[in-house]
């Protein structure tokens, strides 16, 4: 089985900056990696897929990188409303899994 | 457009079977070649993803939950359903249907539906 790891937790910044968050699996995923926004109350929204591709309707602030087995979900010019909690997951090869989030929150 | 939408009990007793059920709106699961699963939320934790099935039928499971869960379809109604057997407090969860589109991730989500499992 694959595992993702995700860090940080948690980040803290100021509007207009610049947030980066890490999954790492544990083997190679060769690409594969998707990447989901939640607001409390409401379902994961998918941002990114294939590790780089933005999903229709995703603002281009948001971004994705990386190859092997490590990937960066980057959020430029950090808005209020980008306030949510952050999941990677691995669609590579079942059994299915997610990283255990990154919650994002303004200074 | 794509929905999904659950549907089940919001209350189950320790020891009995979750049953839910997703109704899909919007593409027919039977002429899809995507994957429709099941990921369930623990009130203030992360995702997990439970399980998923493939419209010929193929289904695939969490090692942790394989021995508990049972995913079918239902193409007559455009539907696919849930059961985890033997609940326990632990279970508790919100439960999300969602369409795995291929290795891309899961692109639609139903709302989501709380089941709280006590006596």
């Known amino acids: 089985d694959i595992q993702v790891t995700q860090f940080p937790s948690s980040v803290s910044a100021s509007v207009g900056d610049r947030v980066t968050i890490t999954c790492r699996a544990s083997?190679?995923?060769?690409?594969?990696i998707a990447w989901y926004q939640q607001k409390p109350g409401k379902p994961p929204k998918l941002l990114i897929y294939a590790a780089t591709t933005l999903q229709s309707g995703v603002p281009s602030r948001f971004s994705g990188s990386g190859s092997g087995t490590d990937y960066t979900l980057t959020i430029s010019n950090l808005q209020p409303e980008d306030v949510a909690t952050y999941y990677c997951q691995q669609p590579y090869s079942f059994p299915l899994t997610f990283g255990g989030g990154t919650k994002v929150e303004i200074k | 457009q794509v929905q999904l939408q659950e549907s089940g009990p919001g209350l189950v007793k320790p020891s009995q079977t979750l049953s839910l059920t997703c109704t899909v709106s919007g593409v027919s699961i039977s002429s899809s070649g995507d994957h429709w699963g099941w990921v369930r939320q623990p009130p203030g934790k992360g995702l997990e993803w439970i399980g998923s099935?493939?419209?010929?039928?193929?289904?695939f499971y969490a090692p942790s939950l394989k021995s508990r869960v049972t995913i079918s379809l239902d193409m007559s109604k455009n539907q696919f359903s849930l059961k985890v057997n033997s609940v326990t407090a632990a279970d508790t969860a919100v439960y999300y249907c969602a369409r795995l589109e291929g290795g891309s991730g899961f692109d639609y989500w139903g709302q989501g539906t709380l089941v709280t499992v006590s006596s």
């Open positions: 083997l190679v995923i060769s690409g594969w």
């Open positions: 099935i493939y419209y010929r039928g193929g289904t």
